[in-house]
């Protein structure tokens, strides 16, 4: 063993290492079949649900905002257009967390004006997005969650 071999620092760990699974060796390959698509696809949408706070909050003003149509008995193209409203949502923030991981992987630890660029205009589209949901659901729940209001206290 030379000198050099024995002074040199140990190697820095990879930090993609610690995100890829290795149980998906060959998953930059196209998929075999249909069922290794979606799979993969559930893949992705449990890594946004385990790792991205936004996403959580996403599903859940989903389901609420769902389960309030259903229990105020709006009409069912009305809690079609929620669930839509709210599903582009929620595909907006995967797709945002996939720029995100692009990004970073791209730029690695260092600063890029470009990369925050890239990064500020995917979360504002999910902004966008997720306020015109909150606009769609309150035009569609506001009138009738009143009106339960006002027959409960009035009785």
């Known amino acids: 063993m030379t000198m ?64 309030l149509g ?15 409203t709210s599903g582009l949502v929620m595909a907006l923030e995967l797709v945002n967390t996939a720029i995100e991981s692009v990004v970073d992987l791209t730029v690695k630890h260092t600063y890029h004006e470009l990369a925050k660029i890239a990064k500020d205009c995917a979360a504002g589209a999910v902004l966008v997005c997720a306020l015109v949901a909150v606009l769609v659901a309150a035009t569609l729940l506001l009138p009738p969650l009143l009106s339960l209001i006002i027959s409960v206290l009035q009785s």
């Open 4 to 67: 050099s071999q024995q002074v040199s620092s140990p190697a820095k760990p990879n930090p993609l290492e610690t995100v890829v699974n290795p149980k998906r060796p060959l998953a930059w390959q196209v998929a075999s079949n249909l069922f290794m698509s979606f799979k993969y696809a559930w893949c992705g949408i449990s890594y946004a649900f385990q790792t991205q706070r936004n996403f959580r909050i996403h599903v859940a003003v989903c389901l609420t905002a769902i389960s």
């Open 70 to 84: 259903i229990f105020l008995q709006i009409k069912p193209v009305e809690i079609a257009v929620i669930g839509i």
